[in-house]
């Protein structure tokens, strides 16, 4: 390959694409992951001469989408690894940190071995209102936290809009870990680290439930239902005590749009629009009781 000096005005536009195409991937070229010794020489393949191909290999399954029934039937929580699933990890947990520490630990999940962080939360554990989302982005990857990209910003903007701030909101996701190439997480990536974002839940104790897009809402809500039919309708989401059981308490739970599909079809802001002012008056009737 030409070195970059020499690169010609085609062969530069070639290389950028084969850039983007690797990072809509989910390559990194900046932070190269490094496994342990130990696990790589049991990853590496026989010395043939396909081993020396250039194409990607990857470590997860062919994403599938993430519904109620799939997720139920390979088992909430049910890890394929040798480790405790992560029912019995998170169930340990009596405070929010306490939680923190235990899915920084946690090694169900096979998407923590190309994430870079793992991504916890931000704002207000204390606030009345937790928003959940699906999974990290690259940006949130990079930082730690969550909803600080491009759609971290627009969602700020949504609750400033109705007078909602950092400080009145408590902000996590269904899944802990980016996927590759900022795909949606896999049935089986949601069935194994829905115990975790169910015990965040229970220990945050908010008034209200924010559920932004179908990942988070079908999940969490166990509802076959896409976010269109979902959203902008009041329902109910029953707390899971530390067994996964539901309890007797309740929490007003709203599923809205993502603002990732927000930014891709900005006609429908007008419906997240209404969704909003209705959390507006909700909270009104809660600050009134």
Same mark, same amino acid.
């Not at 390959?1 to 070639?14: D, F, G, K, T, V």
């Not at 084969?18 to 989910?26: M, V």
């Not at 342990?36 to 990853?43: H, S, V, W």
């Not at 207000?124 to 930082?143: L, S």
């Given at each position: ?33 490094v496994r ?41 929580? #049910? ?15 009596d405070d ?71 400080? #009145? ?36 104790k908010p ?83």
């Open positions: 390959m030409p070195s970059p000096e020499h690169l010609s005005q085609s062969n530069e536009r070639a290389l950028k694409a084969l850039i983007a195409w690797w990072a809509d991937a989910g390559i990194e070229l900046d932070a190269p992951i342990p010794r130990a696990e790589r020489a049991a990853a590496a393949p026989a010395k043939t001469q396909a081993s020396h191909s250039r194409e990607p290999v990857y470590d997860s399954p062919a994403p599938r989408a993430a519904t109620a029934a799939a997720a139920k039937a390979a088992g909430f929580g #049910d890890s394929a690894g040798s480790g405790p699933s992560a029912r019995e990890a998170a169930a340990k947990a929010i940190e306490a939680l923190r520490k235990i899915i920084e630990d946690f090694e169900g999940c096979t998407l923590k071995r190309t994430a870079r962080n793992t991504v916890f939360s931000r704002g207000n554990p204390a606030a009345k209102i937790m928003i959940v989302g699906e999974a990290p982005g690259r940006d949130e990857d990079e930082r730690g936290i969550p909803f600080v990209g491009r759609s971290g910003q627009l969602l700020d903007k949504m609750f400033a809009s109705i007078g909602l701030g950092e400080d #009145d909101l408590y902000i996590s996701n269904i899944v802990n870990w980016r996927p590759p190439g900022n795909r949606n997480p896999t049935q089986e990536e949601v069935a194994v680290c829905l115990p975790l974002i169910e015990r965040h839940i229970a220990l945050a008034d209200v439930l924010i559920l932004t897009g179908g990942v988070a809402a079908q999940s969490l809500l166990r509802a076959e239902a896409g976010i269109t039919k979902l959203r902008g309708k009041w329902t109910e989401y029953a707390v899971k005590d530390a067994g996964g059981e539901a309890s007797n308490n309740k929490l007003s739970c709203l599923p809205i749009f993502h603002p990732s599909y927000l930014l891709r079809q900005p006609a429908h802001k007008r419906l997240a629009w209404a969704d909003l002012l209705a959390l507006k008056a909700h909270m009104s009737e809660i600050a009134a009781e």
